[in-house]
C-alpha cells in the first residue's frame, strides 16, 4: 500500500476555504460605490463601511480556526497543522485586500488586518485544541458549541470595557472586532502594538501550557 506524507491542508474540506472567499468578497461588492454615484461625483448619503470586509476577514477567519482546532483531539495534529490552514486561507483573501486598496485611498493601514486576522485565528485555534484536550475536571469544555461559544465570548466580551470609564478602554483591544477597527483607523501607535501584543501573548500562554503537557506525558 502506497504511504502519504502529511497533508498540511485539508483539501477535502476546501469548501469552507470557498465559503470564506465567497462571504469576504460579497461583503467587498457591497462596499462599492454605485456606479451612478461615481459617475456623477456624488457623495451617497448611505453607503457600505469599507471596514466590513476585514470585520469579515476576522470573524469568519477566527471561526475557521475554531473548526480546525475543534478537530485536532482526535487527528493529535501538531500546532504547524493547524497554523498552515489558516495562513492558507488568509492568502486566498489577498486579491479581496488589493482591491481594498482601491476603496481606501490613503489608508494603507488596513494591511495590518492581513497580519493580524490569522494571528487571532490561531489563537482560536489553539485555545479550541487545547480545550478538547483539558481532563476530566474541564470536561464541560470539551464541547463542540462550547468551543465555539468560548470565541464568540473572545470576540464580543472584551467589548464591553468600551462602556467603563476611561482607563478601561484599552482592554477592548482585547477583541478581535475592536483591534480590527484600530487598525484600520489606529488613533495613534499604540493602537497597532497594543493588537498584536494582546494576540501574541495569547498564543505564547497557549503554546506554553501545549508543551507543559506534552512533557508531562512523555
Known amino acids: 500500500m502506497e504511504r502519504r506524507g502529511p497533508s498540511w491542508i485539508d483539501w477535502g474540506g476546501f469548501q469552507i476555504y470557498f465559503s470564506l472567499l465567497l462571504a469576504c468578497g460579497v461583503f467587498l461588492v457591497l462596499a462599492v460605490p454605485f456606479v451612478g454615484r461615481v459617475g456623477d461625483l456624488q457623495t451617497a448619503s448611505w453607503r457600505f463601511p469599507s471596514h466590513?470586509?476585514?470585520?469579515?476577514?476576522?470573524?469568519?477567519l477566527a471561526i475557521l480556526g475554531t473548526h480546525l482546532g475543534s478537530r485536532d483531539e482526535r487527528s493529535g495534529r501538531p500546532i504547524v497543522h493547524l497554523v498552515i490552514p489558516v495562513a492558507v486561507a488568509q492568502f486566498l483573501l489577498t486579491p479581496c485586500y488589493v482591491f481594498a486598496a482601491v476603496l481606501r485611498p490613503g489608508g494603507g493601514t488596513f494591511w495590518l488586518v492581513?497580519?493580524?486576522?490569522p494571528l487571532a485565528?490561531?489563537?482560536c485555534a489553539l485555545a479550541a485544541a487545547t480545550s478538547r484536550r483539558r481532563g476530566?475536571?474541564?470536561?464541560?469544555?470539551?464541547?463542540y458549541?462550547?468551543?465555539y461559544a468560548l470565541t464568540l465570548a473572545y470576540l464580543v466580551?472584551?467589548?464591553?470595557?468600551?462602556?467603563?470609564?476611561?482607563?478601561w478602554g484599552a482592554l477592548t483591544l482585547l477583541s478581535p472586532i475592536a483591534a480590527t477597527l484600530r487598525l484600520v483607523d489606529p488613533i495613534g501607535l499604540w493602537d497597532p502594538i497594543g493588537a498584536f501584543a494582546a494576540v501574541i501573548a495569547g498564543i505564547g500562554v497557549i503554546g506554553a501550557v501545549r508543551i507543559r503537557r506534552r512533557r508531562r506525558h512523555v
Open 145 to 147: 458549541p462550547t468551543t
Open 157 to 167: 466580551v472584551p467589548l464591553l470595557f468600551g462602556l467603563a470609564p476611561a482607563g
Open 114 to 117: 492581513y497580519v493580524y486576522a
Open 136 to 143: 476530566r475536571p474541564f470536561r464541560p469544555l470539551a464541547t
Open 52 to 60: 466590513a470586509l476585514f470585520l469579515a476577514n476576522v470573524t469568519l
Open 121 to 123: 485565528a490561531s489563537l
